[in-house]
């Protein structure tokens, strides 16, 4: 399986973030999403928490989605490949970019109807290794009527762009650059999202 990284790193230097509908083949899209489901399936989802270590908690006026780590899902043939290629991305970006990030996360989520995510910032003061958000969407058929947007910002709290979460869309920006939210979903709204780490 052959991917080409270059638009991806090109938009991320010249923009810091890029979109793309294309980026995945299909059939890994229905697999990963068969692997999120089955996981749904078997409630091995857990509600998603904000703060650091012992501080976090479930604040559902902040974000109500739930969540299930990939490095806690088991062997699935699925997420063994997006690991790999994320991982061959990360080796490009380091490259590209003279990153110094040294592993890929990523956790499926899902949020029900009627949850959101307030706007945030992925790399913080309380949280500086994360360099590179992405995330890559799950949901068939969708219409944009039924929310869920992921609504970008820059750091001087200008509108940078509203992405909607179409099957097979694949995000990805700078974690310190741009504060996004996630606007209220009326429907059950699946996605995989990750960081490129330091250490």
Same mark, same amino acid.
């Given at each position: 399986?052959?991917?080409? *990284?270059?638009?991806? /790193?090109?938009?991320?230097? +010249?923009?810091?973030?890029?979109?793309? %509908?294309?980026? #995945?083949?299909?059939?890994? %899209?229905?697999?990963?999403?068969?692997?999120?489901?089955h996981?749904?399936?078997?409630?091995?989802?857990?509600?998603?928490?904000?703060?650091?270590?012992?501080?976090?908690?479930?604040?559902a006026?902040?974000?109500?989605?739930?969540?299930?780590?990939?490095?806690? /899902?088991?062997?699935?043939?699925?997420?063994?490949?997006?690991?790999?290629?994320?991982?061959? *991305?990360?080796?490009?970006? +380091?490259?590209?970019?003279l990153?110094?990030?040294?592993?890929?996360? /990523?956790? *499926?989520?899902?949020?029900?109807?009627?949850?959101?995510?307030?706007?945030?910032?992925? &790399?913080?003061?309380? +949280?500086?290794?994360?360099?590179?958000?992405?995330?890559?969407? %799950? +949901?068939k058929?969708?219409?944009?009527?039924?929310?869920?947007?992921?609504?970008?910002?820059?750091?001087?709290?200008?509108?940078?762009?509203?992405?909607?979460?179409?099957?097979?869309?694949?995000?990805? *920006?700078?974690?310190?650059? #741009?504060?996004?939210?996630?606007?209220?979903?009326?429907?059950? &709204?699946?996605?995989?999202?990750?960081?490129?780490?330091?250490?």
């Amino acid at each position: 399986m052959n991917f080409d *990284f270059t638009k991806v /790193a090109e938009d991320l230097i +010249n923009y810091g973030w890029h979109s793309s %509908l294309d980026f #995945f083949p299909n059939p890994l %899209l229905e697999d990963l999403r068969g692997t999120l489901l089955h996981l749904n399936e078997n409630e091995l989802f857990r509600p998603a928490k904000v703060g650091k270590g012992i501080k976090q908690k479930r604040v559902a006026e902040i974000r109500g989605d739930w969540i299930k780590w990939l490095s806690e /899902a088991g062997d699935y043939p699925s997420t063994k490949i997006y690991l790999e290629v994320m991982n061959e *991305f990360r080796l490009v970006l +380091n490259r590209e970019l003279l990153m110094a990030a040294s592993e890929f996360e /990523a956790h *499926f989520a899902i949020y029900p109807k009627n949850t959101f995510y307030k706007k945030h910032l992925d &790399r913080h003061k309380n +949280n500086p290794h994360r360099l590179i958000t992405t995330t890559l969407y %799950l +949901n068939k058929n969708y219409e944009d009527k039924q929310g869920g947007a992921l609504i970008v910002e820059d750091l001087h709290k200008n509108h940078v762009v509203t992405l909607n979460p179409h099957w097979g869309r694949f995000v990805c *920006f700078i974690s310190s650059d #741009f504060p996004h939210e996630v606007q209220t979903t009326t429907v059950e &709204r699946y996605s995989l999202t990750g960081w490129m780490r330091s250490r």
